[in-house]
């Protein structure tokens, strides 16, 4: 079975930065963040392929940067300028909705002053 494990997060104030680590059990032509915050649904964070394409929520958009490692099980998640409303756990999974695996345990990040 398909597993991912997620690491980095953490507590960071306001403005601050925060590198996420996720490797996955098996390799994927796209991987992607996710995060959840308290009381909501799971949203798509960042989206990155092997063709190095990348999207990125509009709330994340030119704060957050996702990478890729070469051997295409890991992937990454620079996040920088970070604000209160980017509070929640975060995961990695597919990148292809279609092809989401189980969820691994997933990173908690935390921005408070």
């Known amino acids: 079975q398909e597993r991912f494990v997620e690491s980095g997060g953490g507590l960071a104030q306001p403005g601050g930065s925060l590198r996420l680590s996720c490797t996955a059990s098996?390799?994927?032509?796209?991987m992607g963040w996710y995060r959840q915050a308290p009381g909501k649904e799971r949203e798509l964070v960042a989206v990155?392929?092997?063709?190095?394409?990348?999207t990125y929520a509009d709330s994340v958009r030119g704060r957050f940067t996702i990478s890729r490692g070469a051997d295409k099980k890991t992937v990454y998640l620079q996040m920088n300028s970070l604000k209160p409303e980017d509070t929640g756990v975060y995961y990695c999974?597919?990148?292809?909705?279609?092809?989401?695996?189980?969820w691994g345990p997933g990173t908690q990040v935390t921005v408070s002053s």
């Open positions: 999974n597919d990148g292809r909705a279609d092809r989401l695996r189980a």
């Open positions: 098996g390799s994927h032509f796209s």
């Open positions: 990155d392929t092997t063709l190095g394409a990348s």
